[in-house]
């Protein structure tokens, strides 16, 4: 059975989509699979072409900022793989009476962070299309040029690794549920709580967090749906490693706190575009800690990559089995808020 909504399981992706990928290609270093964030593709010489493609589902508080968070999100998953983003083609999708103003909004936002970023964008698809309810991203294509010796995927995390946090968790939940129910929580928690939790919503992104860690990482990976605990699990997963994970030593910030509460949502297994996981060898740790940090990208050292099991430790003491988040919680959550029920 499908999820009711948000990416395809584990197993579904396993058992329909992995089994058939097409022709195989010795070309591709680094193709589809569980916590990769892009593919990597061989192009001679020790050249390698990083390849992301993602659509973004148009929640309707995220259209003032549609275009920011088109270009965002997929150039963190080039990124991510250590590779700067620098082509870009993307599929528009629009409903039938939309105004030329929204385009030309969506527009602007994305040229304007495409230029910020040197993305240069070379193609894709503007359309108005029934069945559509607000403007989609129905796939926005990534391209990125390096060396393979630059690649870092989540598949390449080593035994006795440091695992770095940026952040902290649920950056896209907090964000997004701030804009979302701003009335409510203001209500509840203060103006000033609710203005730090909207300012997360422009930290959806991982592509600074990521240049920065890549020349000293092994391993790096997006903390997006099932958030800081799946994607832990991803890494070591996709490694075929073990993982000490330490709750004790994840830093929350308070207002994210506050806001996963109210919605009785868990901020370790929330959503979490702009939250970079990163695995490098114990003597990088402190360096790539004070290199974002010096670039104003608060971190932290969250576990250790393990050859055992996948442990994460609570607060008390506990140990639990590192499992994959099989249902994100913030979707009810957000749901919850067009229904008028909160919490």
Same mark, same amino acid.
């Given at each position: 059975?499908?999820?009711?909504?948000?990416?395809?399981?584990?197993?579904?992706?396993?058992?329909?989509?992995?089994?058939?990928?097409?022709?195989?290609?010795?070309?591709?270093?680094?193709?589809?699979? #569980?916590?990769?964030?892009? $593919?990597?593709?061989?192009?001679?010489?020790?050249?390698?072409?990083?390849?992301?493609?993602?659509?973004?589902?148009?929640?309707?508080?995220?259209?003032?900022?549609?275009?920011?968070?088109?270009?965002?999100?997929?150039?963190?998953?080039?990124?991510?793989?250590?590779?700067?983003?620098? /082509?870009?083609?993307?599929?528009?999708?629009?409903?039938?009476?939309?105004?030329?103003?929204?385009?030309? #909004?969506?527009?602007?936002?994305? =040229?304007?962070?495409?230029?910020?970023? =040197?993305?240069?964008?070379?193609?894709? #698809?503007?359309?108005?299309?029934?069945?559509?309810?607000?403007?989609?991203?129905?796939?926005?294509?990534?391209?990125?040029?390096?060396?393979?010796?630059?690649?870092?995927?989540?598949?390449?995390?080593?035994?006795?690794?440091?695992?770095?946090?940026?952040?902290?968790?649920?950056?896209?939940?907090?964000?997004?549920?701030?804009?979302?129910?701003?009335?409510?929580?203001?209500?509840?928690?203060?103006?000033?709580?609710?203005?730090?939790?909207?300012?997360?919503?422009?930290?959806?992104?991982?592509?600074?967090?990521?240049?920065?860690?890549?020349?000293? $990482? #092994?391993?790096?990976?997006?903390?997006?749906?099932?958030?800081?605990?799946?994607?832990?699990?991803?890494? $070591?997963?996709?490694?075929?490693?073990?993982?000490?994970?330490?709750?004790?030593?994840? /830093?929350?910030?308070?207002?994210?706190?506050?806001?996963?509460? /109210?919605?009785?949502?868990?901020?370790?297994?929330?959503?979490?575009?702009?939250?970079?996981?990163?695995?490098?060898?114990?003597?990088?740790?402190?360096?790539?800690?004070?290199?974002?940090?010096?670039?104003?990208?608060?971190?932290?050292?969250?576990?250790?990559?393990?050859?055992?099991?996948?442990?994460?430790?609570?607060?008390?003491?506990?140990?639990?089995?590192?499992?994959?988040?099989?249902?994100?919680?913030?979707? $009810?959550?957000?749901?919850?808020?067009?229904?008028?029920?909160?919490?």
């Amino acid at each position: 059975m499908l999820p009711e909504i948000g990416k395809v399981d584990r197993n579904s992706f396993d058992r329909i989509i992995f089994p058939r990928l097409g022709k195989k290609d010795s070309s591709v270093l680094i193709g589809p699979q #569980h916590g990769v964030d892009a $593919a990597a593709i061989d192009i001679g010489n020790g050249n390698v072409m990083v390849v992301k493609e993602d659509p973004t589902f148009g929640l309707p508080v995220l259209m003032p900022h549609f275009g920011w968070a088109i270009v965002h999100i997929c150039a963190s998953d080039v990124a991510c793989l250590g590779v700067k983003p620098r /082509y870009m083609s993307i599929c528009l999708l629009l409903p039938p009476g939309t105004p030329d103003s929204t385009l030309e #909004h969506i527009w602007k936002e994305v =040229d304007e962070e495409c230029r910020k970023l =040197d993305i240069a964008i070379v193609g894709g #698809h503007t359309g108005v299309y029934p069945g559509i309810g607000y403007p989609l991203n129905g796939g926005c294509t990534m391209i990125g040029l390096g060396t393979s010796s630059q690649l870092t995927p989540a598949s390449n995390a080593r035994t006795g690794d440091t695992i770095i946090m940026t952040k902290g968790p649920a950056i896209e939940a907090a964000g997004i549920l701030a804009y979302q129910a701003e009335k409510e929580l203001t209500e509840q928690f203060g103006s000033e709580i609710v203005k730090k939790g909207k300012d997360y919503f422009f930290q959806m992104t991982v592509v600074n967090d990521a240049l920065i860690a890549a020349p000293f $990482a #092994h391993a790096m990976h997006d903390a997006t749906e099932g958030g800081l605990l799946n994607g832990v699990y991803e890494i $070591a997963a996709a490694s075929n490693k073990g993982v000490t994970l330490y709750e004790d030593q994840i /830093y929350t910030p308070d207002e994210i706190n506050l806001i996963c509460k /109210y919605f009785n949502i868990d901020p370790l297994t929330s959503i979490s575009e702009g939250t970079l996981l990163i695995s490098a060898s114990a003597e990088k740790a402190d360096c790539i800690i004070n290199e974002l940090k010096n670039n104003n990208i608060p971190a932290w050292e969250i576990g250790k990559i393990t050859e055992g099991e996948k442990v994460f430790i609570r607060r008390n003491g506990n140990r639990e089995e590192l499992k994959p988040v099989l249902t994100d919680p913030f979707w $009810a959550a957000y749901f919850s808020t067009l229904g008028g029920e909160n919490g």
